[in-house]
């Protein structure tokens, strides 16, 4: 089996190419072949005995896209993307790459099968920003997109196009909204959610952390590990279960700031709560004020996806995956 | 005041144009110019004193939005579309002219805004095929779309790209959600929809009509006068009051075919319900049967939209505006 993943330089992109590197296997079929693709190359998945492509391409470019496909991967995951802070402040950038490269894809894909039979399994990443405010108290799956943003529209235009692509025969596709991604790895960044993983992650190995919003402001939160798991199941699962509803919101978990926090202090106790600082941020305050807080996912978990279900998991996850199992 | 009605020819859009130029105003500001865009060239409108530029174009094409746009309009009606089972039929032309050609649109008034501000009101005809079965009995304005044909995804995407560049500021975008529009003036045509108008615009003239669907078929209808009303409302509305949530489902009336028939009586008696030959066709009563029925559409009435509330109305119109008010 071959597999094609768009955007593995990324932090979900490493993490699921070294799990597919490690399992040596998806859904039963082992690997022969990854290609790997991003702007700059991502790095070979250590202890693979396959072959592996790593490519530093610009997926905006149509012939890019006829390329990556040329080798007719069984299976693949689009996880690129222009971020939303980003494809605010580049319109042009932000649909060059979140809408016609994603375009760019599923047309080579359709172009591969014009010349011999290819339906290739694609799971292509979205994102709760496909919803805008004002949003119910959980916001089911049948709820309208509605996004505040050029990355929402772009997101929630992916999904519609893979869904009539998938639904044409073109490819076998779905497409699926990631909660915030929580414990992020590596160091503190200036995206608007950074603080979500900060006041964990940096507390866990004695440093400070700065904490922007209330303790009462209600998140969607999943595990890199949870992402990483969608992403495999979405790969192997019957799509024919969802209809041509392609497009589904994953699971997570609802957690206040407050939550977090308790978690936090059960895991590592009150010498890493201490080292949280409270720092109210009102640009902040107002962007997190717009976000969707909690869903009804209770399609996804009917489909098979799994999430954590306490904040003390996701801890956990983050401490056995990052910091070798335990705490300095 | 300048108007760009693209899809001048069509019905919808030979009835706006009449309507514009026998009224010379437009939300009481005096219209001097039109430009008509369509495939064909569009008859220039009786009894209008001011300019008219008619243009055969293929809005495909990005230098033909340009030039469109060069003379900066004030309201821009994009009307314009490959139609449902055609864009099924012809996927590259569906997305061709219905996506790239909006795609074009909206970017070529951006293109002009940044030469000089630039600001049009955009007023967009989208279709509640952005909807797709299963339904709730009556569709809400906040349900998902998840279209089941191309051309209701083409739609769908228009919408998504209309409001985030409205959101933007380039441009003050509005799509509106056509009803099926009953009675079509005309002949009969192969649409699967067409027996809808067939059934009653035939006989009101002593011909036959085929009816291939069932009595009991639940649809949502609205006349072509009142699908001009939303246009012009829809192009004088103070958008503000709808904030980032800019696609909209039009009010219409909700009838079965055997109510449709029971008006036909009432305004044209029994002899022209016997033309209406009953001869049920397999083909068209799947496809009816995966289309909306109803709506709730209260948000467009609270906005000032206004539809027929009963089908006698409805054929009334059709007397009035294709009959000369009498029937023979």
């Known amino acids: 089996m071959h597999i094609l993943i ?9 993490k699921l190419t070294a799990r597919l590197a490690k399992d040596g296997a998806l859904g039963g079929k082992s690997i022969s072949a990854f290609t790997l693709a991003d702007v700059v190359e ?19 470019d149509a012939a890019v896209a006829a390329k990556l496909v040329s080798g007719r991967p069984d299976v693949i995951f689009h996880l690129a993307a222009i971020v939303s802070g980003e494809a605010e402040a580049d319109f042009d950038k932000g649909y060059r790459i979140n809408l016609d490269g994603t375009r760019h894809l599923l047309d080579a894909i359709r172009a591969e099968g014009a010349k011999a039979p ?3 399994r694609v799971v292509n990443t979205s994102s709760i920003a496909v919803f805008g405010a ?7 799956d049948e709820f309208f997109s ?19 692509y998938s639904r044409k025969g073109f490819m076998d596709g779905i497409s699926i909204r990631l909660p915030t991604i929580c414990i992020r790895p590596g160091k503190p ?24 919003v209330d303790d009462s402001v209600l998140h969607w939160h999943a595990s890199p590990r949870s992402a990483v798991g969608f992403l495999m199941h979405a790969a192997t699962m019957d799509l024919t279960k969802m209809g041509w509803r392609r497009a589904i919101t994953m699971p997570g978990l609802a957690a206040t700031v407050g939550e977090q926090i308790e978690a936090l202090r059960r895991v590592a106790g009150e010498k890493a709560v201490k080292l949280i600082r ?19 996912a209770s399609r996804a978990l009917s489909l098979g996806f799994k999430a954590e279900a306490t904040f003390d998991e996701i801890i956990k996850v983050h401490v056995e995956d990052e910091l070798g199992g335990k705490l300095p």
Chains 1, 2 share one sequence.
């Open 278 to 296: 409270r720092m109210p941020d009102e640009t902040i305050i107002r962007i997190v004020s717009g976000w969707p807080r909690a869903f009804d």
């Open 118 to 120: 290819y339906v290739p």
């Open 146 to 164: 509605t996004p505040l943003t050029s990355y929402g529209t772009q997101k929630a235009i992916g999904e519609l196009l893979l869904t009539d």
């Open 134 to 140: 004002p949003f119910p108290e959980l916001i089911h």
């Open 189 to 212: 960044n200036a995206a608007a959610s950074g603080f979500f993983s900060n006041i964990l992650r940096e507390p866990l190995v004695g440093q400070e952390a700065v904490l922007p």
């Open 42 to 60: 991502a790095p070979a998945p250590a202890g693979f005995g396959g072959k592996v492509t790593s490519l530093a391409v610009d997926i905006s």
């Open 6 to 14: 768009i955007g593995a330089a990324g932090m979900v992109g490493r």
